[in-house]
């Protein structure tokens, strides 16, 4: 699974029996492909430590595309919390399956149906309740102004209903996998 952690948008994502570098790299091949990811591109992947991300075979590929690769830290358990929440989100999903899938086809169909919903229509926290697609296609900005006015609005009209300022929509401006320590932080 490929996740653009400035939308939220998953950009590719395949189910195989099994894992190797060979798949993975046929498979970033693919997504940078189809999302126009090309060499020379600012484009970093952050990774887990697993044995297809950190093979030859795919370094291979990342570096003929120009992707630069960044690995979670060991023991470091917030390292990849955008995938890890995506994951939590997915198997609390109402129509996760109760039972096993029946074979390899039936999981391919229903992760691809949960992208999608998860793409179009789940409006996400982190990036002020828009969807992922709103956000990557550059809709959001638009849309969260809108629903500051209408707070704002609101907020003129019934002023004693209001006990704190209304929310703020503005998008955030700033993704981090790693946020800085405070003792890494200079003070200007």
């Not at 992947?45 to 570096?63: C, E, F, I, V």
């Not at 691809?112 to 179009?120: E, I, L, S």
């Not at 900005?141 to 629903?147: E, G, L, N, S």
Request: charged share 25%.
């Amino acid at each position: 699974m490929v996740m653009d952690v400035w939308s939220r948008r998953i950009l590719g994502v395949e189910v195989h029996d099994r894992e190797c570098g060979e798949l993975a790299k046929h498979f970033f091949d693919r997504v940078c492909r189809d999302e126009g990811i090309s060499s020379g591109s600012t484009t970093i992947l952050h990774a887990d430590n697993g044995a297809p991300m950190r093979s030859y075979t795919l370094a291979a590929k990342l570096a003929e595309l120009g992707i630069s690769l960044s690995f979670s830290r060991p023991r470091v358990s917030n390292d990849n919390a955008y995938v890890e929440s995506w994951f939590r989100t997915m198997k609390y999903h109402q129509s996760y399956p109760v039972r096993r899938f029946r074979d390899l086809l039936s999981v391919r169909a229903w992760v691809d149906g949960f992208v999608d919903w998860y793409n179009a229509e789940h409006r996400h926290s982190g990036i002020k309740y828009v969807t992922p697609n709103q956000r990557h296609y550059g809709e959001a900005d638009a849309i969260c102004r809108v629903r500051q006015q209408t707070y704002e609005q609101a907020r003129a009209q019934h002023p004693r209903r209001w006990a704190r300022p209304p929310r703020d929509w503005a998008q955030p401006t700033v993704v981090r996998v790693n946020h800085p320590r405070p003792q890494d932080t200079v003070a200007a």
